[in-house]
T-cell receptor, first 114, second 115 residues
Framework: SAVISQKPSRDICQRGTSLTIQCQVDSQVTMMFWYRQQPGQSLTLIATANQGSEATYESGFVIDKFPISRPNLTFSTLTVSNMSPEDSSIYLC???????????FGPGTRLLVL | AQKVTQAQTEISVVEKEDVTLDCVYETRDTTYYLFWYKQPPSGELVFLIRRNSFDEQNEISGRYSWNFQKSTSSFNFTITASQVVDSAVYFCALREPSGTYKYIFGTGTRLKVLA
């Protein structure tokens, strides 16, 4: 498996501000993802974080709102920009370790936007 | 199209009861993977099991067991002698190796185990 950490674990933010969430993995992985889980809902894939190139976004998510960086194979950041109360969710990063088929998740970042 | 259905939104049981969580999937691929994850109140998704489409053997791990039936496209999860610590949201997921690495998640089943 993989050990994944996220910072911050939770935050309360004001609307119109931005928050950057960090994801750190204990080993190099090619496949890294960012998910959103709105209250009481299932997981929705935001994007695949690609090392050395732009992230691949899913339908309904855009780079201006959710810019992602992936400077190396163990680290990524997701920024939630110009936040509104509708952005209140748990944001999770995940990885599929190379040569494995199972996806492992970080502990999540609980975001509340007032 | 790929789809995962967890028809049970919420289940409540009394401690020590057995409980089965249902998962029905749709896929056009003959090769695929199925997963169960547990999400306790802390929010972290914990991986429980992965099953390959070519391996229909059922699996038991302690109080947990999984019944995979390709004929009915189901991958059900049973907890025997449930405990309060089993209270969580459980997600079933599907991944098709062809194409992308996307997982299709079900909507989850919230299990409440009452003392």
């Amino acid at each position: 498996s993989a050990v994944i950490s996220q910072k911050p674990s939770r935050d309360i933010c004001q609307r119109g501000t931005s928050l950057t969430i960090q994801c750190q993995v204990d080993s190099q992985v090619t496949m890294m993802f960012w998910y959103r889980q709105q209250p009481g809902q299932s997981l929705t894939l935001i994007a695949t974080a690609n090392q050395g190139s732009e992230a691949t976004y899913e339908s309904g998510f855009v780079i201006d709102k959710f810019p992602i960086s992936r400077p190396n194979l163990t680290f990524s950041t997701l920024t939630v920009s110009n936040m509104s109360p509708e952005d209140s969710s748990i944001y999770l990063c995940s990885v599929i370790p190379d040569s494995r088929e199972t996806q492992y998740f970080g502990p999540g970042t609980r975001l509340l936007v007032l | 199209a790929q789809k995962v259905t967890q028809a049970q939104t919420e289940i409540s049981v009394v401690e020590k009861e057995d409980v089965t969580l249902d998962c029905v999937y749709e896929t056009r691929d003959t090769t695929y993977y199925l997963f169960w994850y547990k999400q306790p109140p802390s929010g972290e998704l914990v991986f429980l099991i992965r099953r390959n489409s070519f391996d229909e053997q059922n699996e038991i791990s302690g109080r947990y067991s999984w019944n995979f039936q390709k004929s009915t496209s189901s991958f059900n999860f049973t907890i025997t002698a449930s405990q309060v610590v089993d209270s969580a949201v459980y997600f079933c997921a599907l991944r098709e190796p062809s194409g992308t690495y996307k997982y299709i998640f079900g909507t989850g089943t919230r299990l409440k185990v009452l003392a």
